[in-house]
């Protein structure tokens, strides 16, 4: 199956720093990705829609300025944690949906391992 | 609104079967998803349907009647492996998965 990556797995910060979170698509173009929080025993939470070339379309209280989604290329989609504060500290993961030929023909989204973010 | 129901919790016996129901009321519908997440974890892919009916899969089958907004996946032959949450999300007419809150399955030996 297509896999993704994800980058770093886990960091641990000072509050007021900013994190990068990188997502990759290693085996199929995905041009719409898809980034997620879970804190512990809570189900998924969708945080936005990374779309390729263009803005990404965040959910409802979701602050744009503090996660910054920046998806530049058809395997890359990044999600920064502007100025992080203890409350950001979550599970961070992100999907893509494998627009093209390499097996998602019903639109299966494909998850990354996951980013444990610990601001102290 | 939208919204998925399942169990918050279940516990089953090595060996046994257990089924984790899932009912759902959406805008829409593209498809019913299952995930396994293990602690820590991100999810991994089970099943897919988008067809009423029953999909096997090894020990693992899942089932799908649109006109009931229900699904149910079905773990046969229970292995301690098996402890895990167990996410159900649908696929909405924007192609937007709406997640299930997870059931989390405790087995016993």
């Known amino acids: 199956g297509a896999v993704v990556s994800q980058h770093p797995s886990r960091v641990i910060c000072k509050s007021g720093t900013s994190v990068k979170i990188e997502c990759r698509s290693l085996d199929f173009q995905a041009t719409t990705m898809f980034w997620y929080r879970q804190f512990p025993k809570k189900s998924l939470m969708l945080m936005a829609t990374s779309n390729e070339g263009s803005k990404a379309t965040y959910e409802q209280g979701v602050e744009k300025d503090k996660f910054l989604i920046n998806h530049a290329s058809l395997t890359l989609s990044t999600l920064t944690v502007t100025s992080a504060h203890p409350e950001d500290s979550s599970f961070y993961i992100c999907s893509a949906r494998d627009t093209g030929t390499s097996g998602g023909s019903y639109n299966e989204q494909f998850f990354g391992p996951g980013t444990r973010l610990t601001v102290l | 609104g939208q919204n998925i129901d399942q169990p918050t919790e279940m516990t089953a016996t090595e060996g046994a079967i257990v089924q984790i129901n899932c009912t759902y009321q959406?805008?829409?519908?593209?498809?019913l998803f299952w995930y396994q997440q293990h602690a820590g974890e991100a999810p991994t892919f089970l099943s897919y349907n988008v067809l009423d009916g029953l999909e096997e899969k090894g020990r693992f089958s899942s089932f799908l009647s649109r006109s009931k907004g229900y699904s149910y996946l079905l773990l046969k032959e229970l292995q301690m492996k098996d402890s895990a949450s167990y996410l159900c999300a649908v696929m909405d007419s924007n192609y937007q998965l709406i997640w299930g809150a997870g059931t989390k399955l405790i087995i016993k030996p």
């Open positions: 959406t805008s829409g519908f593209n498809g």
